[in-house]
């Protein structure tokens, strides 16, 4: 069998007077470290505080623009909508002598009916500020959730007719002068 040699124990080094002078002199720094730290630490806080304060205050500020804007475009669009409902009554009404004419006069006094009751509509937009139309459409929306989902596929439906038709004639307007040059 072999023996394995053995390394004798060394003994340990004798600690060196410097070096416990160091330690004891980093043992006062580490409160001021700690110190400075706090001090950072407060700082960053206060800095977020502030950042999001100004960051809640530019978007209300926003939010408010926006609101505004939207009700001076809503404003626009509800002048115009009586406007074109007043010009659509007065051409349902000029036609009812139309119609008296060839159809009798109970389908004329229909027609008159049609274009009293768009110029109703359009005097009743036109008294009504745009939150109260609001309001109405949401109560309206509540009380008839299906007519109101029809009503807006309904709409969304001729609207993209409407779109699509423009597109087409945009596009047969382009050819054409493709055509020509």
């Known amino acids: 069998m072999a023996v394995e040699p053995t390394i004798p124990p060394q003994p340990a080094e004798p ?22 730290a706090g001090t950072v630490k407060a700082d960053a806080k206060k800095v977020t505080r502030q950042a999001t304060a100004t960051v809640r205050q530019e978007a209300g500020n926003l939010k408010r623009k926006a609101s505004d804007k939207a009700h001076a475009l809503a404003d626009q669009g509800k002048a115009a909508a009586t406007e074109r409902l007043d010009g659509f009554s007065r051409l349902i009404d000029d036609a009812a002598t139309q119609v008296d004419d060839r159809l009798g006069a109970q389908y004329g006094d229909y027609a008159r009916s049609a274009a009293d009751a768009v110029a109703g509509l359009a005097s009743t937009l036109r008294g009504k500020e745009v939150d109260d139309l609001v309001a109405d459409a949401r109560a309206f929306v509540k009380k008839s959730p299906v007519i109101a989902v029809g009503a807006a596929a309904a709409v969304g439906f001729v609207l993209a007719r409407l779109v699509k038709a423009g597109l087409d004639a945009a596009d047969r307007a382009a050819d054409g002068r493709e055509d020509r040059a």
């Open 15 to 36: 600690v060196k007077a410097g070096a416990t002078r160091k330690a004891t002199a980093a043992k006062p720094a580490a409160p001021k470290a700690r110190a400075a």
